[in-house]
């Protein structure tokens, strides 16, 4: 298994609500925070954030023959 990071730059004037919501958005979008500092004289915080994810094989062909099996009452496997 592989693993995205990205980060997220706050300014901690704007306040804890604006960085929970941030947060809780890239929860949704299956993003987990790995860790927050603050950085320069404290008035802004980094969020590290990591998503897991797969390579996966496309085979347009075997997908395009499930599909058509479902449409006719097929399983598709």
Same mark, same amino acid.
């Given at each position: 298994? %592989?693993? %995205? &990071? %990205? ?28 860790? $927050? ?5 404290? @008035? ?5 954030? &990591?998503?897991?994810?797969?390579? &996966? $094989?496309? @085979? ?7 599909? $058509?099996? %479902? ?7």
């Amino acid at each position: 298994m %592989k693993h %995205k &990071t %990205k980060f997220l730059v706050f300014d901690v004037n704007n306040g804890p609500k604006t960085v929970v919501d941030s947060l809780n958005v890239e929860g949704e979008a299956g993003w987990q925070l790995a860790s $927050i500092i603050a950085v320069g004289d404290g @008035n802004h915080l980094v969020a590290f954030l &990591t998503k897991s994810w797969e390579d &996966t $094989i496309v @085979n347009p062909e075997e997908d395009q023959k499930k599909n $058509i099996s %479902k449409l006719w009452g097929g399983s598709g496997d």
